[in-house]
């Protein structure tokens, strides 16, 4: 029965398909040269959804138990491309499965594959959020440029999306300490080995619900290993892309730091130690500047950086209240050993999607254990921070520009 419901979606969407090539060449020959064609894309108005039967529904896990990524919701989105076929094929829900690739797709062998990392939040009110999803779907497309991937627009994924989350709306947990984890997904799936752009890509996205990407830490900071031997970018390569060729290779590095009973690795950059990142987080430092001040600092989108959405927030938060200096600017390990020695360092904090703000208590730099008093000052900037980021994701603001409900 679904399997006939499917291929009769699938029917009306192939028409849909073939009138629309017809429309779009017919389109291509009317223009002149010199107007702007649209973008190509895939169209919300063409998905088609295949529901999955009631025994395919998986059990909710308990939200005590959520570890980060390990449950997935029942529906997931498929978005072919191919650019044989005229590019964007119609978006498809259907029910969460594996996928079959053929051994030479290009995203097993050179890793043309890129992902996104956003959340949908059950509000106070009880109504259902994403945050700020168009810097998400913007950064995707850079990404996609990155690695050779065709772009799309991305409000039409950005539907797409928000019909998944509809349908699988009681995945995203009732509770203001989690959430639904969306990971949209682009791979590059041309069966042949040659290293140039694939003609053939699946956009995908999958759900899960999570709950503190920190879960085992029971003492209220994280303490990083701060290793000179590993870097995680550097100028001309892709580390402020969001390609999961950046991250397979810092698993040695966070393999360490965890046998040193450390939670995440703090990158340095360079023969001056320059701090970049804490693991897939962007870090930030409050000290007392030369002035006497108290100055929130990030280092600066120069290319080593990852322009995260938090990141971004924060410093769009704390420019606003104007209650302390913003600073984007590079700063190294010495600065922070001489900050340290002078009682001038006040807070290191990671900040992103998944570990929303982490404070950092400790950092392990050549042998020597840093003490960091980011949660014992009385009232640190991270938490500031941290409480309206939250207030706003989980409509404790109930309107602001940047929460999209989901209707
Ligand atoms: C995803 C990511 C971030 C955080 O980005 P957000 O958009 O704020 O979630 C920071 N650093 C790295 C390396 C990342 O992969």
Redesign the pocket.
């Known amino acids: 029965m679904v399997h006939l419901r499917r291929k009769i979606l699938s029917f009306g969407n192939l028409i849909n398909q073939l009138q629309q090539n017809v429309r779009w060449s017919s389109s291509l020959k009317t223009k002149d040269k010199n107007s702007v064609q649209p973008q190509r894309s895939f169209k919300y108005a063409d998905l088609t959804v295949c529901l999955a039967d009631l025994h395919q529904l998986n059990p909710k896990p308990d939200v005590k138990e959520l570890l980060f990524g390990k449950y997935f919701t029942d529906h997931m989105l498929k978005i072919h491309y191919y650019e044989s076929m005229n590019g964007w094929q119609a978006p498809e829900i259907m029910p969460f499965g594996n996928i079959v690739l053929h051994p030479a797709a290009k995203v097993f062998h050179y890793a043309i594959e890129l992902f996104e990392?956003m959340k949908a939040y059950r509000g106070v009110d009880n109504k259902i959020r994403l945050f700020r999803p168009e810097l998400?779907m913007e950064r995707m497309n850079n990404s996609a440029m990155r690695i050779g991937l065709p772009s799309f627009r991305g409000e039409e994924l950005i539907k797409c999306i928000c019909r998944l989350i509809t349908i699988d709306q009681e995945w995203v947990p009732h509770s203001t300490a989690s959430s639904l984890y969306i990971r949209p997904t682009f791979i590059g799936i041309d069966p042949t080995l040659g290293v140039v752009a694939s003609d053939a890509a699946l956009l995908y996205v999958i759900m899960s619900p999570v709950g503190s990407y920190f879960h085992a830490t029971k003492q209220p900071g994280i303490s990083l290993l701060a290793d000179p031997r590993y870097t995680?970018s550097w100028p001309g390569g892709c580390g402020s892309s969001?390609v999961g060729s950046?991250y397979g290779p810092t698993i040695p590095a966070q393999q360490l730091a965890s046998e040193k009973g450390l939670h995440q690795v703090l990158w340095l950059y360079g023969e001056d130690h320059e701090i970049t990142?804490i693991g897939?987080?962007?870090v930030f430092i409050v000290y007392i500047n030369d002035n006497g001040e108290r100055e929130l600092l990030t280092p600066p989108l120069n290319g080593l950086i990852?322009p995260?959405?938090?990141?971004n927030s924060l410093l769009s938060m704390a420019r606003q209240w104007n209650q302390f200096r913003v600073s984007e600017r590079s700063i190294t390990m010495k600065e922070i050993t001489r900050l340290l020695s002078e009682n001038r360092l006040l807070e290191i904090f990671g900040?992103?999607?998944?570990g929303i703000i982490s404070p950092v208590s400790c950092v392990e730099f050549l042998g020597q254990k840093l003490h960091i008093p980011t949660t014992e000052q009385s009232e640190p900037i991270y938490q500031m921070l941290k409480k309206h980021l939250l207030d706003i994701q989980y409509g404790v603001i109930p309107e602001h520009p940047w929460s999209l409900v989901i209707e």
């Open positions: 990392g998400n995680r969001k950046n990142e897939a987080m962007n990852l995260g959405i938090v990141r900040a992103g999607t998944a």
